[in-house]
């Protein structure tokens, strides 16, 4: 994507991180996990063409990008939204939407960096097998997220300093582990609660089936570093989950900073400082902060990382109530999802058939 796209300067490029990996070769090829084995079968199953399964004739209404209400925009209520006109809250969604979409394909792309790493790193054929699917995934990941932003957002918005930090942390640690917890727990695990809330409010079509056909993947993902995970953290001592432990809490911190949208404020010139305030005291906005951390909550516990300081530090941020979510569900229902929106194109594109024919 040209740097022309961007609503605010790009500094560079290229980012390069420094990272020490070791390269692990394993030469048993005979044994493997069932359920690693059963989601490599899945991922093989489930590669889609994004050119083909998404319908990219649909266009965009640019003052309502995601057809979502008003009351729906994060600075909705505040002196600020109040003071604006018509076009101007148009534009104010329209950049919303820019910046959002921009934080999925900037982390997809990491996604894509991480999942090439565990290829390299991870000790078990099983794991460095369906990591390979996740390679092809996350590569068609930022090619459609690029897409949508290129052809119909029209711009895009570089990465947020937050997110950026956290992606170099975890690319830049050589224990295979912290990819996987940082990335296929905590990024995407909160990168799923975040597309959900398009795919289950947004009336604009296209970006409700990238979404859905997106989730689908990642709920996979997620489950991969699941089952990698624990079995591996029993292993460790104490202390070595401990400081586990104090690396989530750190990303989840710095993951809800990453969604006051500065960098949009700061382009708009409007008041950042009252916007981002208005934003974290703002009903709406705490309780969607707090669905984004539906997936990693319980995905923590599940793996065998939640001792009492991780549990005070989810009660602290109002998220411990996730701890008993059902996550195979979950997974379930990201899969179902998607095969409806298939559905319900197929029978579109069939009933417009036979309409052409009926005029014919």
């Known amino acids: 994507m040209s740097t022309r796209l961007y609503a605010l300067p790009v500094e560079q490029t290229g980012w390069h991180i420094k990272a020490g990996n070791t ?91 991480c999942s090439a790493k565990i290829v390299q790193t991870v000790p078990d054929i099983d794991s460095k097998f369906y990591a390979a699917t996740q390679v092809m995934d996350e590569a068609r990941h930022v090619e459609v997220y690029s897409r949508y932003l290129r052809e119909k957002i029209g711009f895009a918005y570089p990465i947020n300093p937050h997110f950026k930090s956290l992606l170099d942390d975890i690319i830049s640690d050589s224990r295979w582990d912290m990819t996987y917890l940082g990335m296929q727990v905590l990024i995407e695990g909160l990168a799923l609660a975040a597309f959900g809330q398009i795919r289950d409010y947004s009336k604009e079509p296209l970006a409700q089936a990238l979404n859905a056909y997106v989730m689908q993947d990642e709920a996979r993902h997620v489950a991969f570093g699941r089952l990698a995970l624990r079995d591996y953290y029993p292993e460790l001592t104490q202390a070595e989950r401990n400081e586990r432990e104090e690396f989530c809490i750190e990303a989840c911190h710095m993951l809800q900073q990453r969604f006051v949208g500065e960098e949009v404020w700061t382009a708009l010139d409007l008041d950042a400082a009252e916007c981002m305030a208005f934003m974290r005291d703002s009903e709406h906005y705490q309780y969607f902060r707090s669905k984004l951390f539906s997936r990693i909550v319980p995905t923590l516990k599940d793996i065998g990382l939640f001792g009492p300081k991780l549990q005070r530090a989810f009660a602290d941020m109002g998220v411990l109530s996730y701890q008993d979510a059902n996550l195979d569900r979950l997974m379930a229902e990201d899969e179902t999802v998607a095969d409806e929106v298939d559905r319900l194109r197929r029978e579109q594109v069939a009933q417009a058939i036979r309409l052409g024919s009926e005029s014919s």
């Open 23 to 113: 390269t692990v070769f394993d030469w048993d090829y005979d044994e493997g996990r069932d359920k690693l084995l059963t989601l490599y079968e899945k991922g093989k199953d489930r590669q889609w063409n994004g050119a083909q399964r998404l319908d990219w004739s649909i266009e965009i209404d640019h003052d309502d990008p995601m057809g979502i209400p008003e009351e729906s925009v994060a600075i909705y209520g505040s002196r600020t939204w109040q003071s604006l006109n018509r076009r101007e809250k148009a534009n104010v969604r329209l950049h919303m939407n820019s910046w959002q979409f921009s934080q999925f394909l900037h982390g997809e792309q990491g996604a894509l960096i």
